[in-house]
Every structure is written in structure tokens, then in C-alpha cells.
């Protein structure tokens, strides 16, 4: 039996023996809602220092995500600036940035800087999620000497 996919007007169909079956054009890319994320990372710097970053978020999904966020935990010494936080028992600090809403097709760039009051490692991952129950992760590895 020969399977054929076809894309036309927003839809996809799929040819298989003499049915043919439809789908919203968003079934293909697994939701309606889907994220591509990218790091611009400074390549590290001393202690004490702020270093700027930023995750690139694209929406590739199909229709509008909305209530975006970033959320990340940071290792006991560092601390970031431009998101707010959550201080955790153990001297642990939690983060989210807020990036509001991203229409299908856009990105946004989430910016903070990263500090450490002694040379560390801030080894982490960043969650984004939003209101439409997804998210995705990228991992960051900026050496503070």
C-alpha cells in the first residue's frame, strides 16, 4: 500500500490505498504550539563580572503561544540580573523571565547577565514554557574565573 502526504490550504492529506484522510496542518509538527531555541552565551569572564546572555525563542508552531516564560536554577554563588527570582532554602536562587506572548512565526530574545562572587561554573538549564502546556529546554555553560 503506496502512503502519499500532500500539503494544500493550511491542511495536509494523506493518501493511503483509495481513502484519503485529512489533518489540520499542525499535526504534522507535533502541536499547535512549538519552540526553536538558540544561545548567545559570552564566552565567560571573571568573577564578579556581569555576563550577558541570551536565549533566541522562535515559535514555530502554527498558532500564537502565549504567557511565555524561562525559568532556570542557577548553582549556590551565581546570580542573574534582568529575571526575577525565588530564593530556595540552601542559598539556592530560582529565575523566570517573562517574554509575554509570541505569535506563530516570531521569536524573542530573553536577556540577563550572569555574576558570581567566586570563579564557578554556572552549568544550567533553561525551561520555556507557556500557557499552552510546552516547553522545551536549552542547556548553558558559562565559566565565571
Known sequence: MKK?????????????????????????????????????TSSGGPARANMP??????N??????TGVVAT????????????LVTHEAGGIRSYSCLAGNIASGQGVDITFSLSANKPAVADFFVEVTCDQSVSSEIE??????
Open 60 to 65: 514555530v508552531g502554527g498558532v500564537e503561544a
Open 4 to 40: 502519499t502526504l500532500a500539503h494544500y490550504f493550511g491542511m495536509a492529506a494523506l493518501v493511503c490505498g483509495g481513502s484519503l484522510v485529512t489533518l489540520p496542518a499542525y499535526a504534522q509538527s507535533g502541536g499547535p504550539v512549538s519552540f526553536e531555541l538558540s544561545t548567545l
Open 72 to 83: 532556570f536554577t542557577l548553582p549556590k554563588g551565581v546570580r542573574a540580573d534582568g529575571c
Open 140 to 145: 548553558l555553560n558559562v565559566p565565571l574565573n
Open 53 to 58: 546572555q541570551v536565549v533566541h525563542v522562535i
